[in-house]
């Protein structure tokens, strides 16, 4: 069982490659946290460091408060999962499990007992004198993950482990990870850059982008109140709606946007007032817009551009008579059509308001 610490980790491959800026993370004993951002975020470097396959170039990996640094892989005692499972093609599913620990000389019926014990777990007990060639996707993921939890390791670590299963297996196998995670009680690091994966499996969520960590906190932190603009447009589908906005504190604390005007509550205002601030961003989940066919209390009239009916949901995109344009969601099936005349709302408790210099949430921040 293991906490670990990265205390201001940098990581710079060429003057002009500077990856992981000051990098501060506390990954807890038996903590799901994933790491998540875009492609070429630095995502892999920063699990590479701590699995031992990089180094530092300045700063401390600690595994309960000892500095692991510059040990090597196999004294970390971490298990690394790939997108590609690394099977060997040759060897049956015990054999592929049973590897590590044969070259450690570990005791054959000890192996014999892990790999027993990991192939119940993980159902695939009667795999195993099967070759990686008659396994599907999905079972050969989870024979790398068996191959994993025989050795026991003080931590997982996962490098994107589902990108190449199609998306109902992807499904299904997020389901199996958190489940065994939980059942095995052990720490792991979930690297994926797709937020839905992060979303839905982790404990904590670290958001990197820019070499710096942008925001770390629950699922429901980094939703309800991302700490800047990428973390708010980087989490939830479809994105959330941004919109240059002016906040009038003269005439009665209203945010002005094009030709519509949305008065705030006091609280709200308030928070703006301190701040003083000029230029806005005013940022609105798709989800969080109501769409009617028929005026209702504090509606603006609106165009509907687009709609996608997607079963459970229906995807609106909609035009303010000034052109601005922003995305709703609404939920079962929406009596429009495109050109129609709609009628849109949003609660103050769910907007957001960034500044357009610091690209900093000015209203909801994480306690
Ligand atoms: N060994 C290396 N040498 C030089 N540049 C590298 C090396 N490994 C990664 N990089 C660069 O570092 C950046 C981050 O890469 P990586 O950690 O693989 O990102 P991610 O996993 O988030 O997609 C990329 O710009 C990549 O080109
Ligand atoms: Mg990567």
Excluded: W
Excluded at 71 to 93: C, D, G, I, W
Excluded at 202 to 227: H, K, M, W
Excluded at 253 to 271: R, S, T, V
């Amino acid at each position: 069982m293991v906490n670990i610490i990265l205390e201001k980790v940098n990581k710079i491959f060429s003057p002009d490659v500077h990856v992981l800026k000051d990098i501060d993370l506390e990954i807890q004993d038996k903590e799901f946290l994933v790491l998540v951002g875009p492609s070429g975020c630095g995502k892999s470097t920063c699990l590479n460091i701590i699995a031992g396959l990089e180094y530092v170039t300045d700063g401390r990996i600690l595994f309960n408060n000892i500095d692991v640094s510059y040990l090597p892989p196999k004294e970390r005692k971490v298990a690394m999962v790939f997108q590609s499972y690394a099977l060997y093609p040759h060897m049956n599913v015990r054999d592929n499990m049973s590897f590590s620990l044969k070259l450690s000389k570990t005791d054959k019926r000890i192996i014999d007992k892990r790999v027993k014990v990991a192939a119940e777990i993980l159902g695939i007990s009667e795999l195993l004198d099967r070759k990686p060639k008659e396994l599907s996707g999905g079972q050969r993921q989870r024979v790398a993950l068996g191959r994993c939890m025989v050795r026991n390791p003080t931590a997982f670590l996962f490098d994107e482990p589902l990108s190449n299963l199609d998306a109902k297996l992807r499904t299904q196998m997020r389901g199996e990870i958190i489940k065994l995670q939980k059942r095995l009680g052990i720490t792991l690091v979930y690297v994926t850059h797709d937020q839905v994966e992060a979303m839905s499996m982790a404990d904590r969520i670290a958001i990197l982008f820019d070499g710096r960590i942008q925001q770390l906190g629950t699922p429901s932190e980094v939703y309800n109140c991302p700490t800047n603009l990428f973390v708010a447009g980087f989490i939830g589908s479809p994105t959330m709606n941004f919109i240059d906005t002016k906040f009038d504190q003269k005439n009665r604390n209203m945010l002005i946007f094009g030709e519509q005007k949305y008065p705030l509550p006091e609280d709200i205002a308030n928070k703006l007032v301190k701040a003083s601030f000029e230029n806005l961003i005013l940022g609105i989940r798709p989800e969080h817009i109501k769409v009617t066919t028929q005026t209702h209390q504090d509606s603006y009239e609106v165009e509907i551009t687009v709609i996608e009916y997607l079963g459970a949901e229906t995807i609106i995109t909609f035009e303010f008579p000034d052109k601005i344009s922003a995305m709703a969601v609404t939920p079962g099936f929406y009596p429009g059509r495109m050109g129609d005349i709609a009628y849109i709302s949003f609660s103050p408790d769910q907007i957001h308001v960034f500044d357009s210099e610091t690209e900093m949430n000015l209203i909801h921040f994480p306690s």
